[in-house]
């Protein structure tokens, strides 16, 4: 299999021939690339009235870019099957125009961060992020990014449903320690999406509710939580009793693997039984109760090497081996 792009290797990707082709007439042909088109933001120092076409012309606001990044999609048959790439960079603490909240992301579209965040080699996004646009936020990818909640009202930094299939989120970091605690960072309450990605992130703060929770009722199908460090004051990922997902094609499970997950409650918690939970190290205040299932719980029959430390425990595995 062949390994997944990192950020740097998209960007370099796409600037290989991309930098004549946006040269030329400043239309949305002239920045054409590889894989679709680019666009620029600059949370700083661009403008909404510019094109996005450079770092010069850069956007001011990612709302702004995702929209034309829709427009670009729809626009001719080259756009339909495309991926477009925004890269964009900024740093919130300088300036007030970073809080952002989306209510729509771009289809079919990779969102790069660049630059930096004060200490954090990341692209920074103040706000509480609602995307509810249908079609218009199918098979949005982050990678690099910082997300923050707001710093008064804290909430949930992402709350998604069905309409948000296909996002993903690579090598970003989830910061819940703003002014008011976030309560989670990736949430589901109503329906989940489907094919879901959270892969090598962070997710620092207390988080009074679980971090990532996908909940509410549907598939979730094709749901990955992998790679990722993850600590808060309540349940690390959980899983609701009424999510469903294909067990039949395997790439269609959901799976939860090679986490480090450090709560004050349960690490794993998957009420609905269907996931596939392996190779997790779980550090965890509570006790570990019967097979480790105050720490971690699920279907046995789906779980494999999972290190758990709790209040009673120091490294158990759970489920236990078994023998041939």
């Not at 630059?115 to 103040?126: E, I, K, Q, V």
């Not at 710093?151 to 008011?180: M, P, Q, R, Y």
Request: glycine share 12%.
């Amino acid at each position: 299999m062949t390994a997944p792009l990192t950020a740097k290797m998209i960007y370099d990707l796409n600037n290989s021939n991309a930098a004549h082709q946006r040269s030329q007439a400043g239309t949305l042909l002239g920045r054409l690339s590889p894989a679709g088109y680019v666009f620029y933001v600059d949370q700083n120092a661009g403008d909404d009235s510019n094109d996005g076409s450079s770092w010069a012309s850069a956007f001011q606001t990612l709302s702004v870019a995702m929209a034309a990044s829709t427009a670009a999609v729809a626009s001719a048959a080259f756009g339909w099957s495309a991926r477009n790439v925004i890269y964009a960079k900024g740093d919130p603490s300088g300036s007030d125009s970073f809080v952002e909240d989306l209510v729509l992301l771009a289809p079919k579209t990779d969102i790069v961060g660049v630059g930096s965040w004060d200490r954090f080699p990341y692209a920074g996004l103040m706000g509480n992020h609602v995307p509810v646009g249908a079609t218009c936020s199918f098979g949005t990818r982050f990678f690099n990014f910082k997300f923050r909640g707001d710093a008064t009202t804290g909430g949930d930094i992402w709350v998604l449903t069905n309409a948000t299939s296909g996002l993903e989120f690579h090598n970003c970091l989830f910061d819940g320690k703003s002014g008011t605690a976030a309560t989670g960072a990736i949430v589901s309450p109503v329906t989940p999406p489907e094919h879901l990605k959270i892969v090598d992130s962070q997710f620092l703060g207390v988080y009074s509710d679980s971090v990532i929770e996908i909940a509410g009722t549907g598939s979730a199908r094709g749901l990955l939580i992998k790679g990722n460090h993850i600590e808060g004051a309540d349940v690390g990922v959980e899983i609701g009793a009424s999510v469903t997902a294909s067990t039949g094609a395997t790439l269609e499970a959901i799976f939860i693997e090679d986490n480090k997950i450090v709560t004050t409650g349960m690490s794993i918690k998957d009420s609905s039984g269907v996931a596939y939970i392996t190779r997790n190290n779980c550090y965890s205040g509570a006790a570990k109760a019967t097979t480790g299932f105050g720490i971690l719980t699920g279907t046995l029959a789906r779980m494999q090497d999972n290190r758990i430390t709790g209040s009673d425990i120091n490294n158990g595995v759970t489920p236990a081996q078994g023998t041939l």
